[in-house]
């Protein structure tokens, strides 16, 4: 970690610090903030915020950086053969597809080398496409853009990536066997076995058009693999991601939100506020084996994580935390995750998740398909490209695995 880094997460804490002492003023007095303390205290919040994103974009670059020299580093210890023509780079396919050189209609993006995905994506998050120095595969490009829009992404669902679509089935279990009972010399055993079902998981189709001018894709200062990855990957995980929390499991994928089952309802008369309390119920309403998982953690959009970091428990400490070194923020321990299609705290809102988002299973087919045509826009010289995903969500384990905060009714 750089030491400029290492200056900003010490700004963020000496930030928070900041916001804590006005906090605590206006609690050990029993007043609510003043006017000018919450202006205050809501620039420092922002500042947390910018500096949140500072440190992401710091920690990209500097992952780039380490890419470049393994990089020159391969190249120099495998020199090229004079003479030997070199294979085109993945950049230089795509460009020659987007203008109709290759003579290919159709443009299949799949994940390099044996597996089916590629983790590493997952430390090089960052929202600037920019023009980098290294060459970053399209597929992993897109899982970058489609992971910042939908934080459930991040967040440790069980993934499974398929190369057909047909319906899967994922077998669940639905009740274990109850506990053993005394039993009589020479008595008969009861039979105690558990049951078993089955989750289908289906494969719906999400596409979108995008054109672009002849003049763009011939301009070789345009990075057009950037380009078409930031604008459908956010296309595509604008439109799979919501669903992955709101989805209504009706022709659309079963969203977390819609499948976890009520873990605390929040006292009437606060518009959906949750308290201290109510958190630590939240916490406490999901079994400990689930609590103890890696993938466990909350869930919550950004407004709800302002009045989140306000809140302390009965001995003063603050239930929220602030990540260092690149870890998470936390919330009792736990990392705490933000997603934009989680509804904002009011009356009956189901505004929070707690819970093993392993225990959340998300199907890709394995194949994001890019097809253009110079025929669709002909009188308009422009270039048509279509992006087209095919995946589901859905709770495997239902009985209680992820629980929800929910606002009362009045």
């Known amino acids: 970690m750089s030491d400029f880094i290492q200056r900003l997460q010490e700004r963020r ?31 420092l919040n922002a500042d947390l915020d910018r500096i949140d994103e500072r440190v992401k974009d710091m ?41 109709g050189q290759s003579g290919s209609r ?41 992971i910042e ?18 319906q899967m089935q994922v077998p669940k279990t639905t009740a274990h066997s109850t506990n053993a009972s005394i039993v009589a010399e020479a008595g008969t055993l009861a039979a105690n076995d558990p049951t078993f ?30 380009y078409l990855a930031k604008q459908a990957g956010r296309a595509l995980g604008n439109g799979f991601g919501a669903h992955l929390i709101t989805g209504t499991g009706s022709s659309q994928p079963n969203g977390a939100l819609t499948a976890a089952s009520l873990g605390k309802t929040g006292a009437t008369g606060v518009a959906g506020v949750p308290s201290a309390d ?15 998982s890696g993938s466990c953690g909350w869930m919550m959009r950004d407004s709800t994580v302002a009045a989140v970091r306000k809140l302390k428990d009965t ?34 809102a189901k505004s929070i998740l707690f819970g093993d988002f392993s225990t959340y299973f998300v199907r890709q087919v394995e194949a994001v398909r890019f097809e253009r045509s110079d025929d669709y826009a002909f009188n308009s010289d422009l270039i048509t490209y279509r992006a087209i995903l095919r995946g589901d969500g859905d709770q495997i384990d239902t009985t209680g695995a992820i629980k929800y905060y929910a606002g009362a009714a009045t």
Not at 278 to 292: H, K, N, Q, T
């Open 106 to 146: 159709a443009f299949e993006i799949r994940p390099d080398g044996p597996m089916p995905m590629d983790l590493r994506t997952l430390s090089k998050l960052t929202a600037a496409a920019g023009a980098n120095t290294v060459p970053i595969s399209f597929y992993n490009r897109l899982v970058e853009h489609m």
């Open 197 to 226: 079902g089955q989750v289908p998981l289906d494969a719906y189709k999400y596409g979108f058009l995008l054109q672009v001018s002849h003049e763009l894709a011939n301009d070789t200062a345009v990075d057009l693999v950037g």
């Open 278 to 292: 109510d958190l630590i119920d939240l916490f406490y309403s999901v079994i400990a084996p689930y609590r103890g």
């Open 59 to 99: 920690q990209a670059a500097e992952q780039r950086t380490r890419d470049a020299e393994a990089a020159f580093a391969d190249l120099l210890k495998r020199p090229a053969e004079r003479g030997t023509p070199q294979a085109k780079g993945e950049a230089e396919e795509v460009r020659s597809w987007l203008t």
């Open 149 to 166: 829009v939908s934080g459930i992404l991040a967040a440790g669902p069980t993934v499974l990536t398929t190369t057909t679509g047909e």
């Open 315 to 348: 001995t003063g400490a603050y239930l929220w935390t602030p990540g260092l070194s690149g870890s998470p923020d936390s919330i009792l321990g736990k990392p705490l995750f933000t997603d934009p299609n989680m509804p904002a705290t009011a009356v009956t």
């Open 13 to 43: 804490a000496n930030i928070w610090e900041q916001a804590k002492v006005l906090l605590d003023t206006a609690e050990a007095d029993k007043r609510e903030l003043t006017g000018e303390e919450e202006q205050t205290y809501q620039r």
